[in-house]
C-alpha cells in the first residue's frame, strides 16, 4: 500500500529539521554517499563520531584521535586515514557525492582515485594533483611528504610519475622539492585501497 502524502511530507519535513541543526543522519544502504570498510577508535565527521551507515559526502570534516582510523569508498576512489588527522573534503560543484579537493590540515592520508575529473590533495605546503593515480601525504608542523606510489600526479607544479613510490618533501619556506624516501606506508595498503574500489592490484612483482 502506497505511503499517504501526508505522512510522506511530515517525514520530509523532519529529516529538513535535522539536517538543519547539523544532526548527521544515517542514509539506507542504497543511498550511503560513502561505503566504510574499516572504522576503528575516535573517529569523528563534523566534530561527532561516527557510524559505519553514516553519510560522507563533500563539504565535510574527517578527523581521527589518537587510536582512530578509518578506511571507505566514495565514487570510485578509494581512501584511509592514519590516526590523528583531519582531512576537510570538498565536492565538485552540484556533485558532493564526488570529491574534487582532499585539504589535509594535519596527519595522513593514503588514496587511489578513478580515472576521471582532476582531484588535488592539498596542504600548508604541497599541492597534489591527480587523475587515476595512487598516492600518500602526511603533512605535520612546516612540512609536507608527498608520495606519488603509482601512476602520474603534479606536486607543486612538478610532474611525478612512478610505478613504485617516487616520493618527495618540502618544507616551509624552502622553495624546491626534495627526494624522499619510500615511508609511513606500504604498497599492500595502497593494493588494498586498490582492491575496495575494484581495481587490481597495481604494483608488479
Same mark, same amino acid.
Given at each position: 500500500?502506497?505511503?499517504?502524502?501526508?505522512?510522506?511530507?511530515?517525514?520530509?519535513?523532519?529529516?529538513?529539521?535535522?539536517?538543519?541543526?547539523?544532526?548527521?543522519?544515517?542514509?539506507?544502504?542504497?543511498?550511503?554517499?560513502?561505503?566504510?570498510?574499516?572504522?576503528?577508535?575516535?573517529?569523528?565527521?563534523?566534530?561527532?563520531?561516527?557510524?559505519?551507515? @553514516?553519510?560522507?559526502?563533500?563539504?565535510?570534516?574527517?578527523?581521527?584521535?589518537?587510536?582512530?582510523?578509518?578506511?571507505?569508498?566514495?565514487?570510485?576512489?578509494?581512501?584511509?586515514?592514519?590516526?590523528?588527522?583531519?582531512?576537510?573534503?570538498?565536492?565538485?560543484?552540484?556533485?558532493?557525492?564526488?570529491?574534487? @579537493?582532499?585539504?589535509?590540515?594535519?596527519?595522513?592520508?593514503?588514496?587511489?582515485?578513478?580515472?576521471?575529473?582532476?582531484?588535488?590533495?592539498?596542504?600548508?605546503?604541497?599541492?597534489?594533483?591527480?587523475?587515476?593515480?595512487? @598516492?600518500?601525504?602526511?603533512?605535520?608542523?612546516?612540512?609536507?611528504?608527498?608520495?606519488?606510489?603509482?601512476?602520474?600526479?603534479?606536486?607543486?607544479?612538478?610532474?611525478?610519475?612512478?610505478?613504485?613510490?617516487?616520493?618527495?618533501?618540502?618544507?616551509?619556506?624552502?622553495?624546491?622539492?626534495?627526494?624522499?624516501?619510500?615511508?609511513?606506508?606500504?604498497?599492500?595498503?595502497?593494493?588494498?585501497?586498490?582492491?575496495?574500489?575494484?581495481?587490481?592490484?597495481?604494483?608488479?612483482?
Amino acid at each position: 500500500m502506497a505511503r499517504p502524502i501526508i505522512t510522506e511530507r511530515r517525514q520530509f519535513i523532519r529529516d529538513g529539521a535535522l539536517l538543519a541543526a547539523g544532526a548527521l543522519l544515517p542514509l539506507p544502504a542504497a543511498a550511503q554517499w560513502a561505503e566504510i570498510h574499516e572504522l576503528a577508535g575516535d573517529v569523528r565527521l563534523e566534530g561527532r563520531r561516527i557510524a559505519r551507515n @553514516v553519510a560522507i559526502q563533500g563539504g565535510q570534516t574527517l578527523s581521527t584521535g589518537a587510536d582512530g582510523q578509518i578506511w571507505f569508498t566514495l565514487a570510485g576512489d578509494a581512501y584511509f586515514l592514519r590516526p590523528g588527522s583531519e582531512l576537510r573534503l570538498r565536492g565538485f560543484p552540484g556533485r558532493d557525492k564526488l570529491i574534487e @579537493v582532499l585539504r589535509l590540515i594535519t596527519g595522513a592520508l593514503g588514496a587511489t582515485f578513478a580515472r576521471g575529473p582532476r582531484r588535488s590533495v592539498v596542504t600548508d605546503t604541497v599541492t597534489v594533483g591527480i587523475r587515476g593515480t595512487g @598516492v600518500y601525504v602526511a603533512t605535520g608542523p612546516g612540512q609536507t611528504y608527498a608520495c606519488t606510489c603509482f601512476g602520474v600526479a603534479e606536486v607543486n607544479g612538478l610532474t611525478v610519475s612512478g610505478t613504485n613510490h617516487s616520493a618527495r618533501l618540502l618544507r616551509r619556506g624552502e622553495a624546491h622539492l626534495q627526494m624522499a624516501p619510500f615511508e609511513g606506508h606500504t604498497s599492500e595498503e595502497i593494493g588494498r585501497l586498490e582492491s575496495l574500489a575494484g581495481r587490481p592490484y597495481p604494483f608488479k612483482p
